[in-house]
T-cell receptor, first 111, second 117 residues
Framework: LAKTTQPISMDSYEGQEVNITCSHN???????ITWYQQFPSQGPRFIIQ???TKVTNEVASLFIPADRKSSTLSLPRVSLSDTAVYYC????????????FGAGTTVTVRA | GAVVSQHPSWVICKSGTSVKIECRSL??????MFWYRQFPKQSLMLMAT?????????EQGVEKDKFLINHASLTLSTLTVTSAHPEDSSFYIC?????????????FGPGTRLTVT
């Protein structure tokens, strides 16, 4: 399973853009990059998934460079309710479907 | 997105008893489900992979005789914590895998808080 490295924590203010970068140097060809959000005492919630280049949905954007050794989750105009732990996971391809969670990034949004 | 449910959402049991937790995929079929455990202030730890119609695959260090997993149908997996002890108190989370256009997405349940007294 490809190992991921993320910052332990990030602080932001309401209305700002938050960018979380995840390193995954040994990502395999079949691996996808998936980000989850978790609030206390809840299961992780899927945010976005990508394989290469840029992916955007209604809540976030995911930027993946050509070498795919890192990725950046971008949360536009965060609010207090975006305070949570964000996990970057690599895997999920047909040959490696187990997702292993790293430490995650605790994002704290302040008023 | 797809929905995964867990039952119960929380349970308190006495030491030495067994507890069963159910995980259901509500609007899709899941041949593979996963069980995780999460202690306070820590990340999720994968315990086992549950395969429909076959034996579960346990991660290293997880006792298969203590954490019994049954995946009897394409929408239901159960985790039974046998002879529970206070150190088994934790937040148990399941997930179900759905294949979409060659990629796989995992959807997580809301979790079950187990407290062993």
């Amino acid at each position: 399973l490809a190992k991921t490295t993320q910052p332990i924590s990030m602080d932001s203010y309401e209305g700002q853009e938050v960018n979380i970068t995840c390193s995954h140097n040994n990502i395999a060809t079949n691996d996808y990059i998936t980000w989850y959000q978790q609030f206390p005492s809840q299961g992780p919630r899927f945010i976005i998934q990508g394989y290469k280049t840029k992916v955007t949905n209604e809540v976030a954007s995911l930027f993946i460079p050509a070498d795919r050794k890192s990725s950046t989750l971008s949360l536009p105009r965060v609010s207090l309710s975006d305070t949570a732990v964000y996990y970057c996971l690599v895997g999920g391809g047909s040959n490696d479907y187990k997702l292993s969670f790293g430490a995650g990034t605790t994002v704290t949004v302040r008023a | 997105g797809a929905v995964v449910s867990q039952h119960p959402s929380w349970v308190i049991c006495k030491s030495g008893t067994s507890v069963k937790i159910e995980c259901r995929s509500l609007d899709f079929q899941a041949t593979t489900m996963f069980w995780y455990r999460q202690f306070p202030k820590q990340s999720l730890m994968l315990m086992a992979t549950s395969n429909e119609g076959s034996k579960a695959t346990y991660e290293q260090g997880v006792e298969k005789d203590k954490f019994l997993i049954n995946h009897a149908s394409l929408t239901l997996s159960t985790l039974t914590v046998t002879s529970a002890h206070p150190e088994d108190s934790s937040f148990y989370i399941c997930s179900a895998r759905e294949e979409l256009a060659g990629a796989y997405e995992q959807y997580f349940g809301p979790g079950t808080r187990l407290t062993v007294t």
